[in-house]
């Protein structure tokens, strides 16, 4: 197929379905991983979790279960005052007597339901306002954790899943919350106290209605069972889902150009009817359950009938007992519907648990020390000793690195591609640690210095130049909200880019639309410069970081960097070998290894050396 072949994609081939049945492999295992194991430490984590949120509100939490007890003891009265009311209120007025008997068990009534109203009413506004809390709570929690894991973390636990973890899992923390406890406990009271009442009214006719008890306790266990497995494993398909939906949407624009919007399709297809086919189980049980209870209570509520009658009809039982008997029965069936919602969102809501429990029982790959080392004055030298690295064990990046760098000195790193340039200046940002030797800055070992006191000093600009939300003067200070706007203006003068930011719209307070996409990528790399160059650190690395840049722009830059640089270590690294012309040192890395150290206008003239290669290719593309 040629460049200019517009030809639509068909439908994959056959080699396309094989690659699509390795992508549900990967995603098979994915499904494992995605979840927390159902070990029970990792339980024991979980409740852990929803414990430590809820301590706080113990005591709240104690009162508001003493009122969901005054609220269920109220309307389990109810039955026990129509009964008394038919009983004992009704005959006197048939008789032609008076009606204060009947009178003051319908004010007694009202009393009970208007303090069931109030019980209600603040048991909803209290619970809401705790279970919101707990919720803030638990998004700062991830929130916070997901920002200190480390880099490493974040390349292996895709986007979309840490969408999942804040969004999808704690909502359904945020359903238990609201509806889970209270169902719970309002449906154990209700199962409890309407027994006890069956048995009082009638122990002939409560132990028969008890009789249909052992068939719910065994329907309720078997759901419980299969509800677990089957709710577990749709948690796992919607985190799929929105893995897939998020990673492809981030990527619109390679899918686009490489037209690969049928095989994605397909691919969300068969995840999303994965996740309807999980669904389609716990519509089935719910059919199974639902029913079964219903059916239970019809015929235990028809037996009831035809028995209570015919004690009624012999004077062995009164019509108010009755009465009351058929609205217990109702009351203690109609529980095992809230317990299956219960159920639902317990389910739903404990796998959720689970994961964040296993996310922020994570624990970051680069620790602050527990005794760190005060930085005073910092000059700059930064020195790799016997520094060995790799990120898959037995493949090694740097195999054993010497390296100084004096402070104030511009090294320009050069090399092809996987050779380690990004390492090590990885490893000098500390987002990895050495597998064995150390990296040093002014002799001290960075594993010895806080990461927030050594990012203050060495601050990373790479070519992906991330714009975040908000204005240009918002992404400038960046990593210096207080700075003064004049000093956020002399930054962006610094490297130039204060002439394209006067002619946008409204300047500085121009909106930098999402991830930047109002500025062109050159303008985003200069805003990206005039960040770095405003938190005005004693290291400061450039990782190919003008790579987005046109010819006039990178001049510019480089005019810039002049004098920006000076008096401050910098590691350049870059294949445009023009930015290099600033650099006091040119290192020249191949499989991790230091092949040639000098200055650029020594290297250059070397007839077989690897720079002076390097510079002729270079060359040689521009023309």
């Not at 006197?92 to 069931?116: E, F, K, M, N, R």
């Not at 690195?401 to 790193?413: E, F, I």
């Not at 004049?486 to 204060?498: F, H, L, Q, T």
């Amino acid at each position: 197929m040629t460049a200019t072949d517009t030809t639509p994609v068909d439908i994959p081939d056959a080699d396309d379905e094989r690659r699509v049945d390795d992508w549900r492999g990967r995603f098979d295992e994915q499904r494992d991983d995605l979840p927390i194991d159902e070990s029970l430490p990792r339980r024991r984590e979980a409740r852990a979790l929803l414990l430590s949120l809820l301590r706080p509100y113990r005591w709240v939490v104690a009162f508001l279960a003493v009122v969901v007890v005054v609220e269920n003891a109220a309307r389990l009265s109810v039955p026990l005052l129509v009964k008394r009311g038919i009983d004992r209120g009704i005959p006197p007025i048939v008789d032609g007597g008076s009606a204060h008997t009947l009178l003051t068990i319908v004010a007694a009534l009202c009393v009970v339901v208007v303090i069931q109203a109030i019980s209600r009413v603040y048991f909803l506004h209290r619970s809401g306002r705790i279970g919101q809390k707990v919720l803030l709570e638990l998004r700062r929690r991830v929130f916070r954790h997901f920002q200190r894991l480390d880099i490493a973390f974040h390349d292996r636990y895709t986007s979309g899943r840490v969408v999942s973890r804040s969004t999808n899992d704690v909502e359904a923390i945020q359903d238990m919350l609201e509806t889970g406890f209270d169902s719970l406990i309002t449906a154990v009271l209700t199962l409890v106290g309407t027994a006890i009442l069956l048995i009082t009214l009638d122990v002939r006719l409560g132990l028969m209605c008890l009789a249909a008890f052992p068939i719910l306790v065994v329907l309720v266990w078997w759901f419980r069972t299969e509800s677990a497995k089957t709710y577990r494993k749709v948690r796992e398909s919607a985190a799929l889902v929105i893995v897939q939906f998020v990673e492809t949407m981030t990527g619109i624009k390679a899918v686009q150009a490489y037209r690969r919007e049928p095989r994605n399709q397909q691919i969300f297809e068969d995840i999303a009817d994965r996740y309807r086919a999980d669904n389609e189980r716990t519509f089935k049980l719910l059919a199974i359950f639902m029913p079964g209870v219903k059916l239970v209570g019809n015929i235990t509520t028809g037996v009831v009938l035809l028995y209570g009658g015919y004690r009624v009809l012999h004077g062995q039982m009164t019509i108010g007992t009755l009465a009351a008997f058929l609205l217990y029965l109702r009351m203690f069936f109609e529980p095992m519907q809230e317990i299956s919602q219960f159920f639902n969102t317990f389910q739903s809501a404990s796998s959720a648990l689970e994961k964040l429990a296993g996310v922020l029982a994570e624990r970051p790959g680069i620790k602050d020390p527990a005794h760190p080392v005060k930085l005073t004055s910092v000059r700059g030298e930064v020195a790799f000793r016997d520094v060995h690295f790799a990120y898959v064990p037995g493949r090694p990046v740097l195999p054993d690195l010497n390296l100084t760098v004096p402070a104030g000195q511009t090294v320009a790193l050069v090399g092809t591609t996987g050779a380690g340039k990004t390492t090590i200046a990885k490893l000098i940002a500390r987002f990895y640690d050495p597998t064995s030797g150390s990296v040093t800055l002014d002799g001290i070992d960075l594993r010895d210095i806080a990461q927030s006191e050594l990012r203050r000093h060495v601050v990373m600009v790479t070519q992906e130049n991330f714009m975040f939300d908000g204005t240009v003067a918002d992404n400038i200070r960046f990593g210096r909200p207080d700075a003064t706007d004049a000093e956020m203006r002399a930054a962006a003068e610094a490297v130039g880019a204060d002439r394209f930011i006067e002619a946008l719209p409204d300047g500085y307070h121009t909106d930098v639309a999402k991830r930047g996409g109002r500025l062109s990528a050159g303008q985003r790399q200069l805003v990206a410069f005039a960040r770095a160059f405003l938190a005005d650190p004693a290291v400061l690395i450039l990782d190919e970081a003008t790579s987005s840049l046109d010819i006039p722009s990178e001049r510019m830059v480089q005019r810039a960097l002049e004098t920006v640089l000076n008096d401050r270590t910098a590691l350049v690294i870059a294949h445009r070998l023009s930015t290099v012309e600033v650099a006091d040192r040119v290192l020249v890395l191949e499989h991790g290894r230091i092949v040639e150290d000098g200055p650029p206008s020594e290297l250059i003239h070397r007839d077989d050396g690897r720079y002076a290669a390097l510079h002729r290719a270079w060359i040689d593309s521009l023309a």
